[in-house]
């Protein structure tokens, strides 16, 4: 007796729901790769009860086919350069007004991607080819920095990649190699340094002196700091930065004629909880126990928390085993 056939539980060209991930999926026509559906609100539809939605956002893209499918040349659902390179604008639009993406950003990809789209827009996906981003980021002289190179092609890349993505359209350019990274290293002579600061106003050359003896980057972290980011210690004057770039906050020692600058901008707030971090900052810097800290270890056990929780708490701000280094680091040696 044969074998029975097991039943498929949906129709061919359905949405379907994957429990690895929770999420609703549909297979494109002749392909094998699964895309996501998506809401309204751009989020992956989630949940076995949102099959309706699912079915709904399927609908969607499959009028969206048709529609290609009318008004591309040849009649056959192709996409153009000039579609992809619009669809990662709008993402970027949406990015930049949610603060997920940078204005920067969006604006370097508006104007390769403008560019872009008038070299090759009226061309289908299907046939673009490395050799045309080759050659089309050739005929700009101007381009000629291999940092340049890099960026332009990370740029298109991601433009393809997320078609890729959201809508299943195979990727041309996979594999496009970018130029290896050759960072653009100076430092200033002594004397070069002091030119400086005899050309600049005097705001402007406490900024230069700040940003060369601490080394922070200049605009997203440098430049961000206020007086709410500066703590005065025993030992020395502590900043709190905080890097929009790398979206990580850390605490550093500054040199003493650095804290001379911002000396000034120092502000004191307190609060009941006051005495709380005070036995924290008194146990971890020795100070009833002839200046040895106390380990993360004794003082988690002693306020009740877990180590990490301390650590993370104290640990970065005043610890000794941890800050000594970056004292020592600076040429500020042992407390005095």
Not at 2 to 24: E, F, L
Not at 225 to 232: K, L, M, P, R, S
């Amino acid at each position: 007796m044969g074998r029975r056939r097991k039943k498929r539980r949906q129709p061919h060209g359905s949405a379907w729901h994957w429990k690895q991930t929770d999420c609703w999926y549909y297979t494109v026509p002749g392909r094998k790769k699964r895309v996501p559906l998506f809401d309204e609100q751009g989020e992956r539809i989630r949940g076995q009860e949102n099959r309706e939605a699912a079915a709904l956002a399927l609908a969607k893209e499959k009028l969206s086919w048709e529609e290609e499918a009318a008004g591309t040349p040849g009649g056959n659902g192709e996409w153009l350069v000039a579609r992809v390179c619009s669809e990662y604008l709008q993402y970027c639009e949406r990015g930049v007004a949610h603060g997920t993406i940078s204005q920067g950003h969006r604006d370097s990809a508006a104007s390769w991607l403008n560019d872009l789209c008038k070299y090759c827009g009226a061309g289908p996906v299907a046939k673009l080819k490395k050799g045309h981003i080759q050659k089309w980021m050739e005929g700009h002289p101007t381009w000629r920095s291999p940092a340049t190179h890099r960026s332009v092609i990370a740029v298109v890349l991601a433009a393809f990649n997320r078609v890729e993505q959201m809508n299943g359209i195979p990727n041309p350019l996979k594999g496009l190699k970018k130029p290896r990274s050759q960072p653009r290293l100076q430092s200033f002579s002594a004397e070069e340094e002091k030119a400086l600061y005899g050309a600049a106003e005097e705001c402007f050359r406490s900024f230069l002196f700040a940003a060369i003896h601490t080394g922070l980057r200049p605009f997203c972290e440098l430049a961000r700091i206020t007086a709410d980011d500066v703590e005065q210690t025993e030992r020395g004057m502590m900043w709190r930065v905080y890097s929009s770039k790398t979206k990580k906050t850390r605490k550093i020692p500054v040199r003493p004629e650095v804290a001379e600058l911002a000396r000034g901008a120092v502000k004191a707030k307190y609060s009941c909880y006051t005495c709380r971090h005070t036995f924290a900052h008194r146990m971890l810097s020795g100070y009833w126990t002839g200046g040895v800290g106390c380990s993360i270890e004794v003082l988690a056990e002693l306020i009740g928390d877990t180590p990490k929780v301390a650590f993370d708490h104290y640990g970065r701000e005043w610890g000794q085993h941890y800050q000594d280094p970056l004292w020592a680091a600076i040429g500020a040696g042992e407390p005095g």
